[in-house]
């Protein structure tokens, strides 16, 4: 078993920066690909990053790509979303997740992913 916990939310004007981490325990991650979804109100969960922990292999939505970089620190188990240039369309709960690596690049659908975090709290005012 894989168990997330995400921390670094809160409150942010436009144009700041927060930093996210995930902070994973349980089974080695070597073949495991961890990711970032975030889920507005009303809205469906959507995929944001994620990474591959061996080779650090990322990808990124379109919507992000260029302000949030995904990274991992593995001596401490965890991964990061450097979130730049925020804009309040990027208020949403953002969770991590975790699942086997099955391709050369992160999965982009909820269902590549077995292990979810808890989420925490983006909120970007305008």
């Known amino acids: 078993q894989v168990q997330l916990v995400e921390s670094g939310g809160g409150l942010v004007q436009a144009g700041g920066s927060l930093r996210l981490s995930c902070a994973a325990s349980?089974?080695?991650?070597?073949?495991?690909?961890v990711g970032w979804f975030r889920r507005a109100p009303g809205q469906a969960r959507e995929f944001v990053a994620g990474?591959?922990?061996?080779?650090?292999?990322?990808y990124y939505a379109d919507s992000v790509a260029g302000r949030f970089t995904i990274s991992r620190d593995n001596a401490k188990n965890t991964v990061y979303l450097q979130m730049n240039s925020l804009k309040p369309e990027d208020t949403a709960i953002y969770y991590c997740?975790?699942?086997?690596?099955?391709?050369?690049?992160?999965?982009?659908?909820?269902?590549?992913?077995?292990?979810w975090g808890q989420g925490t709290q983006v909120t970007v005012s305008s």
């Open positions: 349980g089974r080695t991650f070597m073949s495991y690909v």
């Open positions: 997740a975790a699942g086997p690596a099955r391709g050369v690049v992160p999965g982009r659908q909820q269902s590549d992913y077995d292990y």
């Open positions: 990474i591959k922990w061996a080779g650090g292999r990322t």
